[in-house]
């Protein structure tokens, strides 16, 4: 029988998972459907437990539910627990739902498989304090950067992060003005400005001659922060369409126990 799996969010019908997951189904020769499921955020509990009875074996989680899924499944993994965030559900034949993060693998092993990007003694600076954050900052220092600094227009949300991970590595955090004058090796958009056509006032000294820009956001065209990447003089500058393919990767093999290959997958999408 076709096992089924879905992507949950609110909204969700513009979602690329599906094709990405059909992509690996055929390829791995998987029987599975993967669907679109537009939840409501008020319905989220409710959602959960009709795809558990429903004999979904799986889901993937995003915006908005990432964090709030957290507190509706029965058991988290160290990362998700980490990272106060869900990307992965996995549905048990007892109905009983495991969280997994692997949006932080999935960035990691795009930067370094892809784009042949060294994270270990790299200086990074992340642009943005909320969930997604949270979720790419553990990955990100098991590599051993020299230094993580997380960057945001609330410094507070900055801190509190750098201060919950302070364990794992050298990580702190300031405001976008307290970045001026300071180079990175990568600068990695995490605010959702974009989402609105924004780009918050960072300043362009933060731009070396060898410093990537990579925006966790995607579109069809440049998003707003690889715009201004580009148009402050970065010759490279990538959304996170790799990220998106490779967490897909991740979670495909927690649930299929299966890991695809993404190359055919990458050049299908923008
Ligand atoms: P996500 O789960 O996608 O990370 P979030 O938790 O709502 O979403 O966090 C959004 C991030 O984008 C925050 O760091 C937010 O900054 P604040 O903490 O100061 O709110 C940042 N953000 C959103 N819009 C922004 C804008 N126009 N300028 C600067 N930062 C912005």
Known sequence: MTDRYGVIGHPVAHSKSPVIHQMFARQTRQDISYETFDVPPDDLRAALKRFADDGIKGLNVTVPHKSAVCQFVDTLSGRARLAGAANTLIIHRDGKIEGDNTDGIGLVNDLTDDLGFTIEDARILILGAGGATRGIVPALLRDLP?????????????????????????VSACQFNEI???????????????????????????????????????????????????????????????????????????????????????????
């Open 146 to 170: 020299e230094n993580l600094l997380i960057a945001n227009r609330t410094a507070e949300k900055a801190r509190s992060i750098a201060s919950d991970f302070s364990e794992l590595g050298r």
């Open 180 to 270: 001026e004058g300071q180079q990175f090796d990568l600068v990695i958009n995490a605010t959702s400005a974009g989402l609105h056509g924004d780009v918050p006032p960072f300043p362009e000294s933060i731009l070396g001659a060898d410093t990537i820009c990579y925006d966790l956001s995607y579109a069809m065209a440049d998003t707003p922060f690889v715009a201004w990447a580009k148009a402050h003089g970065c010759s490279e500058a990538y959304q996170g369409w790799g990220m998106l393919v490779r967490q897909a990767a991740e979670s495909f093999y927690l649930w299929r126990g299966h890991q695809p290959d993404i190359h055919p997958v990458r050049r299908h999408l923008p």
